[in-house]
């Protein structure tokens, strides 16, 4: 196994090298807060989080159950509005972002059409949008290639496992080729080699793609393999406890795991976890 400085010196790709050195922001975040209103009373799901997220990095949230990791991807997505705060997406408010298609989303179950075949699935939204027939082949093929389902597009969702409906969801989501991907927690019900396998696959993709990804966990291991930037949320209210930029390099084999490197930064986003609960008490 190369070792984890043999890997960092070949790590950026070209695209990746100059995205980098662009420097450029996707979303950043200035004093969100967002407070639901229930008939149980206020509930303060977000406060005070700030963060910058940078063009083709992979940003994992982590954090206990309600914390507010999949709240903030909401906001991100416009799907939330935050009561207080700021927040931009390439530039634009979230709820601009999500009518210009800046993003897709990954949902914890694949959602698929049971009555449509993975093709259909993934021509759903490209239909709606006005894409013309080649166009959407074209498409659908491309993006099967990408999480390596070639030749599935005729099969029904009922046909694949679990972990091929959740790659055949990514797929769906790449389909518009918007720069931004929000993953929440795609893979919390599969266990744990059908993980390994779909955290390879995911990193080969995102360095293919060069997308920024913005990823919701509760794993620990999860969190350091795939990330560039470790995010660790605490709850009541929900916040950022730290943010953790990984010194791993891009180029990840799993073996990577046994690293001291890796051991490191687990420790930190564990100490983060720990640290959360403890104001609790
Ligand atoms: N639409 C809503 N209305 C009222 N309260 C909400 C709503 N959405 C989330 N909450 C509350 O906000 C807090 C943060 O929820 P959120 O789902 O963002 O947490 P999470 O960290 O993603 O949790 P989990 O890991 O369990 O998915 C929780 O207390 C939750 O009950």
């Not at 206020?42 to 206990?64: T, Y």
């Not at 972002?97 to 959602?111: I, L």
């Not at 091929?164 to 080729?177: G, K, N, T, V």
């Not at 990984?246 to 490197?261: A, G, V």
Request: glycine share 8%; hydrophobic share 40%.
């Amino acid at each position: 196994m190369p070792t984890v400085a043999e890997l960092a010196a070949k790590q950026l790709t070209p695209g990746s090298r100059a995205a980098a050195a662009s420097g450029a922001t996707v979303i950043t975040a200035r004093n969100l807060d967002l407070t639901f209103q229930t008939n149980d009373g206020p509930i303060h799901a977000l406060k005070n989080v700030d963060l910058d997220i940078g063009k083709g990095e992979f940003v994992s949230f982590i954090g206990p159950s309600g914390c507010g990791k999949t709240t903030f991807l909401r906001c991100i997505a416009g799907l939330e509005t935050p009561t207080a705060g700021d927040i931009s997406v390439n530039g634009m408010t979230p709820d601009e972002a999500r009518r210009a298609r800046a993003y897709g989303y990954v949902f914890q179950a694949a959602g698929l059409y049971p009555w449509r075949t993975i093709g259909g699935n993934i021509r759903l939204p490209l239909e709606i949008m006005g894409f013309d027939k080649a166009e959407q082949a074209k498409r659908i093929e491309r993006v099967l290639d990408l999480v390596d389902l070639n030749g599935f597009d005729r099969k029904f969702p009922w046909q694949l496992s679990g972990g091929m409906q959740q790659r055949a969801s990514i797929a769906r989501a790449l389909a518009f080729d918007a720069d931004i991907l929000l993953m929440d927690e795609p893979f919390g019900a599969l266990d744990e080699i059908v993980r390994d396998h779909l955290n390879e696959q995911l990193l080969k993709l995102w360095a293919r793609t060069e997308k920024t990804i913005g990823f919701v966990t509760h794993s620990i291991p999860e969190a350091v393999y795939l990330s560039t930037k470790i995010v660790v949320m605490s709850p009541r209210p929900g916040r950022i406890s730290d943010v953790i930029d990984s010194p791993l390099p891009r180029e990840r084999p799993l073996e990577i795991r046994d690293s001291p490197e890796f051991i490191e930064i687990a420790h930190r986003v564990r100490d983060g976890l720990r640290a959360g609960h403890s104001d609790d008490v």
